[in-house]
C-alpha cells in the first residue's frame, strides 16, 4: 500500500463516525421541526420567593451594569438580595464595585475573597453563606437581563422536584467578525435545538449563568464541585442522580460571546475538558445508577462526549488534504463530482442544523458566515478540542480561564 493509498484509506475510515454525527445532528434537527410548542401552565406559587441573584465577577467592571440591570427587576423589593461575588484583583475594580453596593445597602452585598481558590466554584461557595434565598439567580458579569426576568425564572419552582431552571442566551456582539459568529452559531444551536429537546426528557443542563438554583438541592449534593472546570454541568448531572427536575424557559438575555480566537478557543477548551471529565468521574452511575429514564443517558452522553468528534474531524481533514498532494493530478470528472456530492451530503449534519436555527432566528442572510467559519475556525477549534479531550482522558489539569469581555474597556470609558 502506498503513501495515497494509506491516506485514502484513513480518510475513508474517519469518514464513518463523521457521518453518524452528521446523522445524528439531522435527527437532532428533525426532531426539534416536528416538536410542538406546547406551553405547560405552571402551578401557582404559594408565596413570592425570596431570591439571591449570585453575580461572579473577577476584574470586570461591566458587573457593575448588570447589577444596575437586576435593581430594576420587576419584582418586591424586599423579596430579593443581590451578591456581588467579586475575586477581583485589580484594586480599581475592587473599590469601584465596593462602593456601587454601599449605594444600595438593602438590596445589594458585596463580597471578595482574599485569594481566588478554586476560581469560579469556589466564589460561588463563599457566597453561599451569605445567601438567604431559597432560589439561587446567577448572572455573569456581562449579562443584560430584562425587568421581568425573575417573574419568569421562578415559575417553574411551584413543583418542589425542580431544582434547575434555564434560559435562553442572546448576544449583542454577534456580528462583531467571524469568531463572534462562530462563537454565537454554537451556542444558537445549544439554545435552540438541544435544550427545547432536553426539556421535553427532563436533562436541561444548567448553563451556569441566566438561570436558577433550588438552594437546598444544590446544598443536598454538596454545593458547588471546585474540583470542576464546568461545575454547572458537574451539578447538572448530580441533581438528576438525585431525581430532581431540570426546566428550560425559551426566553432570552442578551450576553457577550468572546471576539478574539484565543479567548474562544480557551473557552471552548475549558467546557470540552470540563464535560469530558464530568462524564468519566460519574459514568458507572450515568450508566447504573436507577432512576435514570434511556432518554436521559443518551442525552448526558450527548453533552458530555459530543466533542468527540473534534480528533476524528482532524484525522479526516489532514488525511484528505495528504491524499490531494499525494494522488496523481488528473481532470475532475463527473463522476468524481458525484461522489464528493454524496459525500458532503452525508457529512453536512451540522451546516444542516445550523441552516435550521439561522432559520428560526430569521437570521438567513448569516448562513454564508456559518459555512466560512465552520470550514476555518471549526477545524482550528476540533484541533484545539482535541488537545482538551487527551488531557481530560489522561487527567492532566487544564488551567481555569476568565474569557476577556470586551464591555469592560467600553464601560470603564463610558463612566
Known amino acids: 500500500m502506498n503513501s495515497y493509498d494509506l491516506s485514502l484509506w484513513i480518510y475513508n475510515l474517519a469518514l464513518v463516525p463523521i457521518v453518524f454525527f452528521s446523522i445524528?445532528?439531522?435527527?437532532?434537527?428533525?426532531?426539534?421541526?416536528?416538536?410542538?410548542k406546547e406551553k405547560k401552565p405552571y402551578r401557582k406559587l404559594a408565596e413570592v420567593p425570596f431570591v439571591t441573584v449570585q453575580i461572579p465577577t473577577y476584574n470586570d467592571p461591566v458587573?457593575?451594569?448588570?447589577?444596575?440591570?437586576?435593581?430594576?427587576f420587576d419584582y418586591p423589593k424586599d423579596k430579593y438580595e443581590i451578591i456581588i461575588a467579586d475575586d477581583s484583583t485589580n484594586q480599581e475594580t475592587r473599590q469601584k464595585l465596593g462602593a456601587f453596593a454601599k449605594k444600595y445597602p438593602r438590596l445589594v452585598k458585596y463580597t471578595h475573597r482574599d485569594s481566588?481558590?478554586?476560581?469560579?466554584?469556589?466564589?460561588?461557595?463563599?457566597?453561599?453563606?451569605?445567601?438567604?434565598?431559597?432560589?439561587?439567580?446567577?448572572?455573569?458579569?456581562?449579562?443584560?437581563?430584562?425587568?421581568?426576568?425573575?417573574?419568569?425564572?421562578?415559575?417553574?419552582?411551584?413543583?418542589?422536584?425542580?431544582?434547575?431552571v434555564q434560559s435562553r442566551q442572546g448576544f449583542y456582539n454577534q456580528n462583531t467578525n467571524i469568531v463572534t459568529r462562530f462563537a454565537s452559531y454554537l451556542l444558537m444551536v445549544h439554545h435552540t435545538i438541544v435544550l427545547p429537546l432536553s426539556n421535553r426528557i427532563n436533562c436541561v443542563f444548567f448553563c451556569g449563568t441566566a438561570g436558577a438554583v433550588r438552594k437546598s438541592a444544590l446544598l443536598k449534593v454538596g454545593g458547588w464541585n471546585v474540583n470542576s472546570i464546568t461545575e454547572d454541568s458537574d451539578l447538572t448531572v448530580n441533581l438528576l442522580m438525585q431525581g430532581y427536575k431540570s426546566v428550560y424557559l425559551d426566553f432570552e438575555t442578551p450576553s457577550e460571546v468572546p471576539n478574539t480566537i484565543e479567548g474562544f478557543i480557551k473557552q471552548q477548551m475549558r467546557w470540552c475538558y470540563g464535560n469530558m471529565r464530568v462524564f468519566i468521574e460519574n459514568a458507572s452511575r450515568i450508566f447504573g445508577k436507577r432512576g435514570l429514564s434511556l432518554k436521559q443517558r443518551l442525552m448526558i452522553l450527548y453533552i458530555t462526549l459530543g466533542n468527540l468528534i473534534a480528533?476524528?474531524?482532524?484525522?479526516?481533514?489532514?488525511?484528505?488534504?495528504?491524499?490531494?498532494f499525494l494522488g496523481d493530478l488528473k481532470m475532475f470528472t463527473f463522476k468524481d463530482f458525484a461522489n464528493l456530492l454524496f459525500t458532503f451530503t452525508l457529512t453536512s449534519g451540522f451546516l444542516l442544523m445550523g441552516l435550521f436555527v439561522l432559520y428560526k432566528r430569521k437570521q438567513l442572510k448569516s448562513f454564508p458566515?456559518?459555512?466560512a467559519s465552520t470550514m476555518s475556525i471549526g477545524i482550528v477549534l476540533s484541533a484545539a478540542n482535541t488537545v482538551a479531550i487527551v488531557r481530560a482522558m489522561l487527567n492532566k489539569k487544564l488551567g481555569w480561564f476568565c474569557t476577556p469581555k470586551v464591555a469592560n474597556d467600553k464601560f470603564v470609558s463610558d463612566s
Request: glycine share 6%; net charge positive.
Open 311 to 324: 480528533p476524528i474531524v482532524v484525522v479526516m481533514t489532514f488525511f484528505g488534504f495528504a491524499g490531494w
Open 369 to 371: 458566515y456559518l459555512i
Open 24 to 36: 445524528l445532528f439531522m435527527l437532532l434537527t428533525f426532531m426539534n421541526f416536528l416538536e410542538k
Open 116 to 164: 481566588r481558590d478554586n476560581f469560579k466554584p469556589g466564589a460561588l461557595n463563599n457566597a453561599l453563606k451569605y445567601t438567604k434565598g431559597e432560589i439561587i439567580v446567577l448572572f455573569d458579569a456581562d449579562w443584560i437581563p430584562g425587568r421581568c426576568f425573575l417573574k419568569k425564572i421562578i415559575a417553574p419552582f411551584a413543583d418542589e422536584k425542580v431544582a434547575i
Open 63 to 72: 458587573s457593575e451594569r448588570c447589577v444596575k440591570k437586576c435593581l430594576e
